[in-house]
């Protein structure tokens, strides 16, 4: 079993930087690919970002793409997601989770079903 537990978020303008961290317990860590979903008021949760377990993977939403970074440490068994150039759009509960099954397709990377284990989410706001 693996828990989550994520640090960062907060509160910035829009075009400023936010870093977020989710550490995990376990020594399997390094097994895990590992994704960052958000989740706005009134919207449903949406696929932000994944990295495969030995980051040779990267996937990214086309909202996020050029913006976010996704990366790991598995020495620290942690897993980031490095946000520029925010915008008030990007507002949301953002929460990382973990799965254990590699991708069939790319597709699969979006869907939050795969993945097993949840931080407990960490807010995000935007101001314009």
């Known amino acids: 079993q693996v828990q989550l537990v994520q640090s960062g978020g907060g509160l910035v303008q829009a075009g400023g930087s936010l870093r977020l961290s989710c550490a995990a317990s376990?020594?399997?860590?390094?097994?895990?690919?590992m994704g960052w979903f958000r989740q706005a008021p009134g919207k449903e949760r949406e696929f932000v970002a994944r990295?495969?377990?030995?980051?040779?993977?990267?996937y990214y939403a086309d909202s996020v793409k050029g913006r976010f970074t996704i990366s790991r440490d598995n020495a620290k068994n942690t897993v980031y997601l490095q946000m520029n150039s925010l915008k008030p759009e990007d507002t949301a509960v953002y929460y990382c989770?973990?799965?254990?099954?590699?991708?069939?397709?790319?597709?699969?990377?979006?869907?939050?079903?795969?993945?097993?284990?949840w931080g407990q989410g960490t807010q995000v706001t935007v101001s314009s």
């Open positions: 990295i495969s377990s030995s980051c040779r993977g990267t």
């Open positions: 989770a973990a799965d254990q099954r590699p991708l069939s397709t790319t597709i699969q990377a979006a869907q939050s079903t795969r993945y097993s284990y």
């Open positions: 376990g020594r399997t860590f390094s097994s895990y690919a």
